[in-house]
């Protein structure tokens, strides 16, 4: 079992940035990769980066270059740096620890403003 607790959301102007932080505990080592997901009103949950066990990071089109995926290992914490947000990066964001089976976090809300 793994277990994720997101935090770091909130409320932000466009073109500012915010961390998120993904805290994982449990069976830390069946991890095989961390991602990020992001639920925007009115659409289906959607990709949004992704960091594996070697450093490998993907990225969706809608935030390369303004969103960067990192860890810490020994805090066992993921993070989702977001610069340059747009009001379209609102949503509910969720991290996901893909071992057996994939484990989601609770989500954290991110609200930007025009």
């Known amino acids: 079992q793994v277990q994720l607790v997101e935090s770091g959301g909130g409320l932000v102007q466009a073109g500012g940035s915010l961390r998120l932080s993904c805290v994982a505990s449990g069976s830390i080592f069946s991890i095989n990769s961390l991602g990020w997901y992001r639920q925007i009103p009115g659409k289906q949950r959607e990709f949004v980066a992704r960091i594996t066990n070697g450093g490998t990071t993907n990225y969706a089109d809608s935030v390369r270059g303004r969103f960067t995926i990192s860890r810490d290992n020994a805090k066992n914490t993921w993070y989702l740096q977001m610069n340059n947000v747009k009001v379209e990066d609102t949503g509910v964001y969720f991290c996901?620890?893909?071992?057996?089976?994939?484990?989601w976090g609770q989500g954290t809300q991110v609200t930007v403003s025009s």
């Open positions: 996901v620890a893909n071992a057996a089976r994939p484990y």
